[in-house]
């Protein structure tokens, strides 16, 4: 399999290069040149468990860059340190509605199952070229401590990871600071999640610096990433026999719901793909107006999901513009200067042929969280309430399953889940003693050249 880029002047490359790369280097995102079929046998494979699926899903994707047992062993042990053995439990709610907890892994949230994946693959890739590099990145919050336990003890990676001093939560620092890994490195920035991205942007722009530590970046622009979301879509949709299903996404980046694509195009019956949005809801507006148009971002109870621009929202633009990677790479230059653009015409009848989308507020989301609490017994966390949401406000045809993606688990966001539920929702018992574990960071002003000296101090360069 190749890859090209959206943007349509990069070169293409294979898949241990993407997973290496990114971003491509036209500033586009790579996409397979095109997407294979599913295997016939795909329910049966779902029937063996989700590793073994998982294989069969994403092995038309890493075909040549590593041989199949390797591949094989690989994908068992990134996903057998989940709480579940069925990795991505689907439950009942109500009627059609189903949720799929993709919240089982290490930190309790849905980059896990993509994370502990491409850390792995990662590791692989570099010990057979004999590299090894630095992972430099900057959190406010969740993907820290994914990218921390997808990477912690690779002989090959050291990750140092950045968060805003004072202004993260206390389970998610602790959920970065207590990871005793040799290779981990916590920074607590005196500035805001804003100040830390500078930091790692001007870390990247440095290219001396760059260079010398080997920095590189695991984030959700990364195609592996996407490759392993994938297979989840395949597995619950297995559960209801080949029956066409519909999928509620709670969405930030675009990379889950894209994935969600990707499955549709590997012939998945989906009915369609909802888009769930908070009150930053940049893509409801372009799916209902047909107008892609900048807003402020605004704090909700969905942290997760406050983004300005849906990077991986470039990856559908190019699909939908037939693949045209020049007219894309046209269409996202005049977004950047006049902070809107129009969709094509093609781009909107694909959009309304395959997706829906729908806004919920911070009231809603506490609403939704405290019936589900009422009606069910069940605790649900702000970004799975802003998708149950939008299962109920654009409802599929009346027999079709509705899988919600959960993507946190409830312990994640205990001060909105209470809040709403007078309830206060505990941690698993793995991570029960979270509070009494040592924690490792240290505190550096925001200044690039205290950042740049501590990260060439700590990491082991070769
Ligand atoms: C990252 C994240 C999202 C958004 O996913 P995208 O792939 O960025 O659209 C939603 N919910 C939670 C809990 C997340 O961590």
Sequence with gaps: MRYVSTRGSAPTLGFADVLLAGLADDGGLYVPESWPTLPPTWREAAERGYAAAAVEVMWPFVEGALDRATFEAIVADAYACFDTPEVVPLVPLDGD???AELYRGPTLAFKDVALQLVGRLFDHELARRGGRVTVLGATSGD??????EALRDRAAVDCVILHPHGRVSEVQRRQMTTVDAPNVFNVAVEG???????????????????????????????????MAQIVYYVTTAAIFGGRPVRFVVPTGNFGNVYAGWGARA??????????????????????????????????TLSPSMDIQVSSNFERLLFELAGRDGAATAAQLARFRTAGS?????????????????????????LAVIRDVHDRHGLLVDPHTAVGIAAARSVPGPAGTPTIVLATAHPAKFPDAVERATGVRPALPDRLADL???????TTLPNDLAAVERFVSAAVRTN
Aim: aromatic fraction near 8%; include cysteine.
């Design 143 to 148: 993907t820290g401590s994914a990218a921390i």
């Design 435 to 441: 509070f009494e574990r040592p924690e490792r960071c």
């Design 192 to 226: 805001t999640f804003d100040d830390c991205q500078d930091l790692v942007k001007a870390a990247f722009a440095d290219g001396a610096f760059r260079d010398a530590v080997h920095l590189t970046a695991v984030n959700s622009i990364n195609w592996a990433r996407v």
């Design 266 to 299: 590997m012939g998945l019956p989906v009915e369609r793909l909802v888009v769930a949005s908070n009150r930053n809801d940049i893509l409801t507006r372009a799916f209902h107006t047909g107008t892609m148009a900048l807003d402020g971002v605004v704090p």
């Design 97 to 99: 509605v189903y949720l």
């Design 341 to 365: 653009v129009e969709l094509t015409e093609a781009q909107r009848r694909g959009i309304d042929t395959h997706f829906e989308a729908a806004r919920c507020d911070d009231e809603g989301t």
